[in-house]
C-alpha cells in the first residue's frame, strides 16, 4: 500500500450502481473483491460510514457484513427501471456514446425518465442517511448516477461531494450528440470535484462545460460556473491494490495452477487476454490479428497458445449477445482453420470468470498479455498482469492498445498498439516474441513499480482530497463563493 492518509475525518457514503458485498454459494454474505471495494475498505474502517446500491435483484441483502465498516442500503429496482435505467440508458446510449461511437449509441426518450427517476431514487435513499453529528461525504461513482451529485445537493447543501468517473469522457464534438447534454453536465457540476482516469477525459469534460452551459468558464483545472461557484476538475488514474496482487501471485493455490497450466501449455508461446465480452474490448480485432499472426508463421502454429478468458457480461443487450456470436463464430473458424489431427487447439477460449488464484497463474503463464480496447477508461488488468509477472520474476510482454488509460502510464515499456491496424497488430505480436529477455525483465519491472507507486489507496487518497479541497472552498471561511 502506497503511503497515503485517510484525508477526510467525515463518515463517507459511497453511492454506486452496485452494493460493496456478494453472496456465497452457501448464502453467506462478504464484501465483494473488486478493486473499488478494496480500496474503500481501510477508509471506511476509519472513519465509517455507509454505500447505497442496487441489490441487483438479490433479497435479504443484511444491513452491514463483517469486515466492512459501512451501513449498506440496497435499492431494489423494478424490471421496467432495469430495462431503461440500467440496460437501456446506462448501456445502450452512455455507454457506447462514451466510448467513440464504437457502437450506435440509442436514444429513447423512456430511458432518460427511467435513468431521472432512478438517479432520484438514489438521492432520496441517501437524505435518509443518518451517519453521526458531521456531515457525511457523499462519493458517487459512474456514468450510472450522474444526475445525482445535483439531487444530493438539493437535499444535504452543507456535505462535500464527490463524482468519479471509470469510463472515457468523450470530446465534446460526440457528448453534444446527446439530447440531455446539459442536465447530465448540471448533474456533475453539483459536486465540489469531479475526477476522472486521465487528463484527457477531463479537457474533454471542461470543454464540453464551456461549450454547453451558457457562462461557465474553465479557469486551470477549475470550472467557474455563472454564480460564482467553482467545481474542481482532477485527473486521478485508478489501480490494483498492488501488494495483494504481489501475494497472490506466488500465493500456494496460484503456485499450483501454474503448475497445472505449465504442464499443459508446455513448449507452447502462450498469449491471453482477460475482459468482460465487450465491443469496447477489442476481442474481435485481437482473433483476426492472431489468425494473421498464424497464417503467416507456419511453424509458429504448434508452439503456439491464445487463451482468452470472457467474462460474460449484460447478455441482456442486443450488441452483447451479437459479439458473443461473433467472437465464438471467430475461434471455431480459427480453430478450423489451424488445428492438425491429434493436435491442441490454437484458440482457447472461456466464457466465463475464473477463481483469483488461476487467473493469477494465467498472469505469470503469459508470454504476451494482449490488452488491445478500441476504447478503455482504464484497464486494470493491465496492472494485474504487471504486478503478478513482477512478483513471479516473469518476463512477459504487455501488448497495449494506445486507446486506453493505462497506455498513459505506462508508456513505452509496454509494447503500444492501434487495435483499429489489425495487420499492424499482428505483426506487433511478432515483436513482442523477438524481445530480448533481460529488455522483457527490465520493462516488467518498471511497469510494475509505477502500479506500485500509484496503488488504489493513492488514488481514493487524491480523490477524497479534491472533494474536501473544493467543499472547503464552497463554504463561507474557504476561499471561493458560497455556492448552492
Ligand atoms: C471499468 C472500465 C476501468 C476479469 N476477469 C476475471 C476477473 N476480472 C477482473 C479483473 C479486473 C476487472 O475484472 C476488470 O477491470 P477492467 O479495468 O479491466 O475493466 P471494466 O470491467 O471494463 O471496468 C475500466 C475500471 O472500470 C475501473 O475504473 O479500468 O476502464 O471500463 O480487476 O481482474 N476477476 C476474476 N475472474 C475473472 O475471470 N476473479
Known amino acids: 500500500m502506497a503511503d497515503a492518509t485517510v484525508p477526510t475525518r467525515r463518515p463517507l457514503v459511497v453511492v454506486a450502481n452496485r452494493l460493496p458485498v456478494s453472496q456465497d454459494d452457501d448464502g453467506t454474505w462478504q464484501p465483494s473483491a473488486g478493486g473499488l471495494v478494496t480500496a474503500m ?85 441517501a437524505a435518509r442517511i443518518e451517519v453521526g453529528g458531521e456531515a457525511p461525504l457523499f462519493w458517487i461513482q459512474d456514468y450510472h448516477l450522474m444526475l445525482a451529485p445535483e439531487m444530493i445537493r438539493a437535499l444535504h447543501p452543507a456535505s462535500p461531494i464527490g463524482f468519479f468517473l471509470h469510463i472515457p469522457f468523450p470530446p465534446p464534438e460526440l457528448f453534444a450528440r446527446l439530447p440531455w447534454r446539459k442536465e447530465l453536465l448540471r448533474g456533475l457540476l453539483a459536486s465540489d470535484a469531479v475526477g476522472f482516469h486521465t487528463a484527457r477525459y477531463c479537457d474533454n469534460f471542461r470543454r464540453s462545460v464551456s461549450r454547453v452551459i451558457p457562462g461557465a468558464e474553465v479557469d486551470g483545472d477549475e470550472i467557474v460556473l455563472p454564480e460564482g461557484r467553482r467545481v474542481r476538475t482532477g485527473a486521478h488514474p485508478i489501480s490494483i491494490d498492488a ?87 471467430e475461434v471455431g473458424r480459427i480453430n478450423g482453420r489451424f488445428t492438425e489431427p491429434g493436435g491442441d487447439v490454437p484458440v482457447h477460449y472461456l466464457y466465463r470468470g475464473i477463481p483469483k488464484p488461476q487467473l493469477a497463474a494465467y498472469y505469470r503463464l503469459a508470454d504476451v498479455m494482449c490488452v488491445t480496447p478500441l476504447k478503455d477508461g482504464m484497464n486494470l488488468v493491465a496492472k494485474e498482469f504487471v504486478t ?59 511497469m510494475s513499480a509505477r502500479v506500485r507507486e500509484n496503488d488504489v489507496y493513492r488514488w481514493v487518497a487524491d480523490e477524497l482530497s479534491l472533494i474536501e479541497e473544493g467543499a472547503a472552498a464552497r463554504t463561507p471561511e474557504g476561499s471561493g463563493t458560497r455556492g448552492t
Open 243 to 329: 501488494g495483494e496482487f504481489s501475494e497472490l501471485a506466488v500465493d500456494p493455490e496460484t503456485e499450483r495452477e501454474l503448475a497445472d497450466l505449465r504442464e499443459q501449455f508446455a513448449g507452447r508461446h502462450v498469449f491471453l487476454g482477460v475482459d468482460r465480452l465487450d465491443y469496447t474490448k477489442g476481442i474481435r480485432h485481437r482473433l483476426e490479428a492472431i489468425e494473421l499472426l498464424l497464417e503467416r508463421n507456419p511453424a509458429l502454429r504448434e508452439r503456439f497458445a491464445f487463451v482468452q478468458i470472457a467474462v460474460p457480461s449484460r447478455d441482456d443487450v442486443k450488441e452483447y449477445r451479437d459479439l458473443r456470436t461473433s467472437v465464438e463464430t
Open 41 to 125: 475498505r481501510p477508509v471506511i474502517e476509519e472513519v465509517g460510514g455507509a454505500w447505497i446500491g442496487w441489490d441487483g435483484g438479490a433479497t435479504g441483502v443484511p444491513d452491514r457484513v463483517e469486515g466492512f465498516n459501512a451501513d449498506l442500503h440496497p435499492l431494489p429496482l423494478s424490471r421496467a427501471q432495469i430495462q431503461g435505467f440500467y440496460y437501456g440508458f446506462s448501456n445502450r446510449t452512455l455507454w457506447p456514446l462514451f466510448h467513440d461511437l464504437i457502437r450506435t449509441p440509442v436514444i429513447e426518450r423512456r430511458w432518460w425518465r427511467s435513468y431521472q427517476e432512478v438517479n432520484r431514487r438514489f438521492a432520496e435513499e
Open 388 to 446: 503478478c509477472q513482477d512478483a513471479g520474476e516473469g518476463a512477459g510482454v504487455l501488448l497495449l492498445s494506445e486507446f486506453t488509460g493505462a497506455a498513459l502510464e505506462f508508456g513505452a515499456d509496454a509494447v503500444a498498439c492501434n487495435p483499429f491496424d489489425v495487420e499492424g497488430m499482428s505483426f506487433l505480436m511478432e515483436t513482442c516474441l523477438e524481445l530480448e529477455h533481460a529488455d522483457r525483465r527490465d520493462r516488467v519491472g518498471r
